[in-house]
């Protein structure tokens, strides 16, 4: 079966502060894929980055980057230099082969205080 | 290009009826998945349709049933509905054989 863990359920920093959200996941499955979302206030689930199983490289796109590490199953993001709009809820989840069934994560509220 | 929507924004609905949400995909999107968000907590996924059949269902009773109609717009509904029911459902799309899913603003259901 397939599980995400967040462990953080709340962090809070001061702006211009770097953050790491943590995301670990178990999966049987050899071929699968790994998501972040983010949520703000509004709602509606902000897509941010799809990697799969196949490609560990680690990839940066302005101040977001992510560590995909399979070896220890984590899928981790970091936000640098974070603003106030930043602030929002954070999931992690994992989609086996077929992507018929997307299983997230709890969920971590960011804050970021000016 | 439109992105996914979903109507109504709010509904409120007393233990025991019956209620009927709607999503319209994507642009271009066949498959559209339904999501149930708990207050503080991460969607629970329902189930998926694609081409006008459930393909996939999550661990929700059957109270809980679907439809998708040829032009991949899709309905969600709940019957019997029990104050637990009440959360932001989400809708998502994506094209077959993609991965990568778009989500709808969501419905918040208040069941009192």
């Known amino acids: 079966a397939q599980k995400v863990t967040q462990a953080q359920t709340e962090i809070s920093v001061v702006e211009k502060e770097d953050v790491t959200l943590d995301c670990v996941y178990e999966?049987?499955?050899?071929?699968?894929?790994l998501f972040w979302y983010k949520q703000p206030p509004s709602g509606e689930l902000v897509f941010l980055i799809r990697?799969?199983?196949?490609?560990?490289q680690n990839e940066i796109s302005g101040r977001y980057s992510w560590n995909f590490q399979k070896s220890t199953s984590s899928f981790n993001f970091t936000i640098t230099a974070s603003q106030v709009v930043d602030s929002a809820v954070y999931f992690c989840a994992l989609s086996e082969r077929g992507g018929q069934n997307f299983v997230f994560g709890p969920g971590t509220r960011l804050s970021v205080l000016p | 290009d439109a992105g996914v929507t979903q109507s109504p924004t709010h509904l409120i609905k007393t233990r025991g009826q019956q209620v009927t949400l709607r999503c319209s995909p994507k642009s271009g999107h066949d498959t559209v998945s339904w999501y149930q968000q708990a207050l503080g907590q991460g969607p629970q996924f329902i189930f998926q349709y694609y081409e006008e059949e459930e393909r996939q269902r999550g661990n929700f009773p059957d109270r809980f049933s679907g439809h998708q109609f040829p032009n991949y717009s899709s309905e969600l509904n709940v019957n019997a509905l029990l104050l637990g029911d009440s959360a932001l459902y989400l809708c998502a799309s994506t094209r077959q054989s993609y991965n990568e899913q778009f989500f709808g603003p969501g419905t918040r259901l208040t069941v009192l």
């Open positions: 990697r799969n199983s196949f490609d560990e």
């Open positions: 999966t049987r499955d050899t071929t699968y894929y």
